[in-house]
């Protein structure tokens, strides 16, 4: 005969309890692990400085340029804010969409302005 042993409600208890702080303690580490990726920009995207915003108008090096219908600007957090709620500026990634209109827009933190000058240095060569 084949007898299955049931644990007890406080032996289960006591078993699940370092069970459970593992997971905890596993979650809040791959949270940490995850904000240090780095982001991937697309290949058509160009490095700028923006000097000033007002919505849907722009100035990026000192061209005017607009942002076209749905365009999504995002923070060094990669966080999304809404193109009226935009008060900063400062070095930025952009793309544009096939009409010439600002279609994307990424604050840089420091060290992806010190990538981006990098990448410009090798595509000049």
């Keep these: 005969m084949f007898f299955i042993v049931c644990p007890t409600r406080e032996s ?4 699940q309890l370092p069970l459970l702080f593992f997971i905890i303690v596993l979650v809040c580490m791959t949270n940490y692990s995850f904000g240090q990726l780095h982001r991937n920009f697309p290949i058509d995207s160009h490095v700028g400085k923006l000097t000033a915003f007002s919505f849907p ?3 990026i090096d ?3 340029m607009v942002m076209g219908v749905g365009g999504q600007i995002r923070d060094t957090n990669n966080l999304i804010i809404f193109p009226n709620m935009l008060n900063k500026t400062g070095t930025i990634r952009y793309q544009q969409d096939t009409m010439g209109f600002v279609h994307r827009i990424w604050f840089l933190t420091p060290g992806e302005v010190e990538r981006a000058k990098e990448e410009e240095t090798y595509q000049l060569k």
């Design 12 to 15: 289960m208890k006591k078993n």
């Design 62 to 64: 000192g061209e005017n």
């Design 57 to 59: 108008e722009m100035t």
